[in-house]
């Protein structure tokens, strides 16, 4: 195996791994959002709302920033 092939499957399973990385914490953040919203007895939904998105620009953040070239 050349390491080009090799490189190329080191890459799926980092991106894999992200993926579910993200869907896990996604998960969480509307669980610990639904829970949060109900325990403090919030009209709307406030916290279902902020956690997700805030998982999702940190989660965005970190891709980019794991995927830029290092020079």
Do not use: C, E, H, R
């Not at 709307?44 to 709302?49: A, G, R, V, Y």
């Amino acid at each position: 195996m050349d390491n080009k092939q090799k490189s190329n499957k080191q890459l799926l399973l980092q991106y894999s791994g992200l993926a579910f990385q993200l869907l896990a914490a996604i998960g969480l953040a509307v669980y610990a959002g639904y829970y949060l919203d109900k325990w403090i007895k919030t009209k709307s939904p406030i916290f279902l709302w902020l956690l997700p998105l805030t998982v999702i620009i940190t989660m965005i953040a970190k891709a980019i920033k794991d995927t830029s070239k290092k020079q």
